[in-house]
């Protein structure tokens, strides 16, 4: 599993625009209740140039995404990264084009409020708890009106719009780091219009509370055009999936070679012949560090055999008769080797786990069928049948499942010669991505992560491709389904599978 996602604690919205009269403005007014949150500029709507601004506020907590951290749930700094994704609100009011927004760390705390108004600003704080224009909280105004943000480059995030119309995904991995190790205070984050789109103003007195116009913001390179406007889901949403959250992806993959072991080869560069195996220490089904392994090395050496491993060491790929592994995670430790068939080599080889002491301590023995590489004189255009042998008709939602897909090329007619074998070697899929959708609506739950970011990523072992999911990602009282796209490296392209599995996700009260 390589996704997990956090949902705001706290969002409001703050305008300093003119009530429907044009007399007065919304400066005191709060949103912190309402399900939709608003970033607009309009220039001149009042009087010639005016100025009429909306920002909305956004507050993560910290508390689970650093227990899920300590748990290992999620990957230390630098294995992971975390995403700002906020949903378009569609509306049917014009929606700006050709723009960008802009989201910068609240320098200082607020308050998310209880107002609902979005249309005439009716909801004020007037001495109650909440964030307006004017103040954080109460009794607390902002050093300059419209919030108190850090705006240095390093800590400003952007993202360009083009119809008006897409969702908010901001790769804000940096600032939420800072976050979690309390670098930074945690105030959230504000999600406006860039300095040159928020409408033009200059003036000395810009800014300055409590001054005639201390509700407008010093814009002298402002926009001479309107940005109205944008709305996105809040927290207070009924749609699950549109909820704004902060999600944490990363390639959380195994890519064990056990059942899928070549020779080395001269058709391939010296990378593209290692072989990376795996060492699984469970104990009483849980998986457990190797106590004299500790912060050390762990060392791999291979031998061949009939049914176990017969005479000495075999030769690697760089002389040496050992290699030196490593601690993938808790109880989990890897090698990459390669070797050169032999004639002298019998069917099977065997890979022993050992110590380094001078009289080594062998930890594990496992077996492998290796298989030697073959040109080609045609394309390859496989096809493929799938199935995911452990799918349950229903999950709780609070469950995280493990699911084992089976997938054999299209066509496969075994030659018998002896004695037929009941299990069918599984193919493996080096490059395969899952996604889900509701099957009710077909609404996208979670999409495939094939881009830049490989987070819905299949790993494989000697069974073959499995992934884990939480099913906490998806909204409980409904039917899903898997699909599945294998990476075609031909081509350097994708091609989604034409099987689905379906399943319920249920919220069990007791």
């Known amino acids: 599993m390589g996704i ?16 429907p009269s044009l007399t007065t403005r919304g400066t005191g007014s709060n949103a912190g209740a309402a399900d939709v949150m608003e970033v607009f500029s309009v220039y001149g709507r009042q009087a010639s140039g005016s100025q009429e601004l909306s920002r909305a506020l956004l507050k993560f907590s910290m508390d689970q995404i650093t227990a899920d951290r300590a748990a290992g749930t999620i990957p230390a700094s630098g294995s992971v990264s975390f995403y700002l994704r906020v949903s378009n609100a569609p509306h049917s009011k014009p929606v700006p084009e050709s723009f960008t927004l802009v989201a910068q760390p609240v320098t200082r705390s607020w308050q998310e409020g209880v107002g609902l108004d979005l249309e005439g600003y009716e909801d004020e704080v007037k001495g109650n708890s909440g964030a307006n224009w004017i103040s954080a909280s109460k009794g607390a105004p902002w050093t300059l009106v419209g919030g108190d943000y850090d705006t240095a480059d390093y800590a400003t995030y952007k993202q360009t719009f083009n119809t008006g119309l897409e969702d908010v995904e901001m790769d804000i991995t940096t600032l939420v780091e800072e976050w979690v190790d309390s670098s930074r205070d945690n105030n959230g984050l504000g999600l406006h219009l ?17 001054l005639a116009t201390g509700s407008i913001l010093a814009r002298p390179d402002g926009a001479t055009t309107s940005y109205y406007t944008k709305r996105l889901f809040a927290r207070g949403t009924q749609y699950f999936f549109k909820k704004p959250v902060i999600e944490a992806r990363w390639e959380g993959v195994v890519k064990d070679n056990r059942g899928d072991f070549h020779y080395s080869s001269s058709l391939l560069t010296a990378a593209e012949n290692l072989n990376t195996l795996y060492l699984y220490n469970y104990v009483r089904g849980t998986l457990r560090d190797i106590p004299s392994v500790g912060a050390g090395s762990i060392y791999l050496s291979l031998y061949s055999g009939s049914t176990a491993p017969t005479g000495s060491k075999i030769e690697l790929h760089d002389g040496a008769f050992n290699v030196t592994g490593g601690r993938a995670s808790t109880g989990i430790y890897s090698a990459s080797v390669c070797t050169t068939a032999s004639s002298t080599m019998l069917k099977t080889l065997f890979d022993v786990w050992h110590d380094d002491a001078a009289s080594p301590v062998e930890f594990t023995t496992g077996s492998i069928n290796p298989k030697k590489f073959a040109s080609s004189q045609e394309a390859a255009a496989p096809r493929y049948v799938l199935n995911i042998t452990n799918l349950e008709q229903s999950y709780r939602s609070d469950e995280a499942a493990r699911f084992r897909l089976f997938v054999r090329e299209k066509g496969w007619s075994p030659t018998i010669y002896n004695k037929a074998n009941s299990r069918i070697d599984a193919s493996i899929i080096p490059s395969a991505s899952y996604r889900v959708y509701r099957v009710m609506d077909g609404l996208e739950a979670i999409p495939y992560g094939t881009g830049s970011d490989l987070h819905t990523l299949l790993s494989y072992d000697v069974s073959g491709n499995y992934f884990d999911f939480d099913m906490d990602l998806l909204e409980p009282g409904y039917a899903y389904a898997f699909k599945f796209a294998f990476r075609d490296s031909e081509i350097d392209s994708w091609s989604e599978q034409s099987y689905t599995f379906k399943f319920r996700v249920e919220d069990y009260e007791y």
């Open 4 to 19: 997990k996602r956090y949902t705001a604690a706290a969002d409001t919205t703050i305008v300093n625009a003119y009530k």
């Open 194 to 210: 860039s300095a040159s789109q928020e409408a033009y103003f200059s003036g000395s007195t810009a800014g300055t509370v409590g």
